[in-house]
């Protein structure tokens, strides 16, 4: 068996096609390269769209990078024929072993993206190959969006939206995730208004009516609450519970700050305070009962604390509002300046946190898919625009269907 018919076995090729030439050569960078030159039988007819089989009227010439073959770049060549179709046009027939426009074989696309579903950065992938970095890029965006394109969101009914630093700075990504499927259905450049606009916009255009998304689930950010009310009028919104626990916490730990000035016993503390009780060390449980005994105005916002995460457990919506109305009374109370505005901030987005207690829903998935996003960060460092990194969380939280069609399967 020659060499040709050797490569044309190893590259998988099927008559008419087979390896007329084999060439090895050293190039001006040092690097081997082995040079691999395909051909046709002479009289073959090739089949137009209609599958009538035409002849050939000329040949253009072609180049593909391929699969490095030991310590040589390997580079496919073939004239690749033209056909005049049934109708009378000229028209440039497919290779089996790469896709129209490309300057790589389909084996040399799937090894790439296979590289970086392995949490390699790109740079580090174009490294390995030995090829400009955009050109992966280029690669990686034709199939996240194909796959984007061939993407069937059409049974989501309950929508959560987040947004995440893309890069340091005021630079944000805002994703729109299909809480059902914990699946990111689309990301758009910045937090504001618009983003919820965008992900209706794309819903729409997949045949998804704005009236089908029933619940949201977001932060408590103003110009998500506009944007939903418009892009999603008809769904209900739950304000994410982990937000709002955040912000209570937050006023638990600016009543700590300001005992802290006067009471050195109170340093170190920090999260004494702030974390479940449950999670405490034993030492530390102990510190703390002495403290809110210590200090009452600790205590009582402390109390205070506590009692405001029973809400979360209550069975329905009327007993969720009857036990914060009562909350808000105690707090009135109490006279705590920061929990007296953290209940403002309860009265002014009331609806939205007690529709936790029928929806359930939290953002508990977008923080998972968070972790994710920033693992898309580390793989697409070194990103020239942020269409590259939104095709990384496309690529990493989408659970998109990728269909590679390579010649040898």
Not at 83 to 91: K, M, S
Not at 136 to 154: E, L, M, Q, Y
Not at 188 to 213: N, P
Request: aromatic content about 10%; some cysteine.
């Amino acid at each position: 068996m020659n060499s040709e018919a050797l490569f044309s076995m190893a590259l998988g090729l099927q008559s008419p096609w087979q390896v007329k030439e084999v060439n090895f050569s050293v190039a001006e960078s040092s690097h081997n390269e082995l040079h691999l030159r395909i051909g046709f039988t002479p009289g073959t007819r090739f089949p137009d769209e209609t599958g009538e089989m035409c002849p050939v009227h000329d040949t253009v010439e072609r180049q593909w990078q391929h699969l490095s073959f030991f310590e040589h770049v390997c580079y496919l060549h073939c004239a690749v024929p033209r056909i005049t179709t049934g109708d009378g046009h000229v028209r440039t027939v497919e290779v089996p072993w790469a896709r129209p426009g490309s300057g790589f074989t389909l084996l040399f696309e799937a090894l790439a993206l296979a590289l970086i579903e392995r949490e390699m950065p790109v740079n580090r992938v174009a490294e390995i190959m030995k090829v400009n970095p955009q050109r992966i890029w280029t690669v990686f965006n034709h199939w996240v969006g194909k796959a984007r394109a061939a993407d069937d969101p059409s049974s989501i009914t309950r929508l959560g939206v987040d947004e995440t630093a893309s890069k340091k700075g005021h630079h944000y990504v805002t994703v729109g995730v299909d809480m059902a499927a914990s699946r990111v259905i689309h990301a758009t450049e910045g937090k504001g208004k618009a983003t919820l606009k965008a992900i209706q916009q794309h819903l729409e255009s997949k045949g998804v009516g704005k009236q089908q998304v029933e619940q949201i689930s977001m932060d408590l950010s103003p110009s998500f609450i506009a944007g939903a009310a418009e892009a999603f009028p008809s769904a209900k919104i739950t304000f994410d519970r982990f937000h709002v626990v955040k912000l209570l916490n937050q006023a638990m730990n600016q009543v700590r700050i300001a005992e802290r000035k006067e009471h050195a016993a109170l340093k170190g503390h920090k999260y004494t305070f702030l974390s479940n009780r449950d999670n405490l060390s034993s030492k530390r449980e102990t510190e703390l009962a002495e403290l809110i005994t210590l200090y009452p105005r600790l205590g009582e916002a402390y109390r205070l604390k506590v009692l405001f995460n029973d809400l979360w457990a209550m069975p329905d919506k009327v007993t969720a509002e009857l036990f914060l109305r009562q909350w808000c009374r105690e707090v009135d109370a109490a006279k705590i300046p920061a929990f007296m505005a953290f209940a403002n901030t309860v009265r002014a987005h009331w609806s939205g946190i007690v529709q936790f207690v029928e929806s359930r829903l939290t953002n508990g998935i977008l923080e998972g898919i968070n972790n994710k996003i920033q693992l898309a960060k580390r793989r697409a460092r070194g990103y020239r625009n942020i269409n590259n990194f939104i095709n990384m969380i496309y690529f990493l939280c989408g659970k998109l269907k990728f269909d590679y069609p390579l010649y040898f399967t």
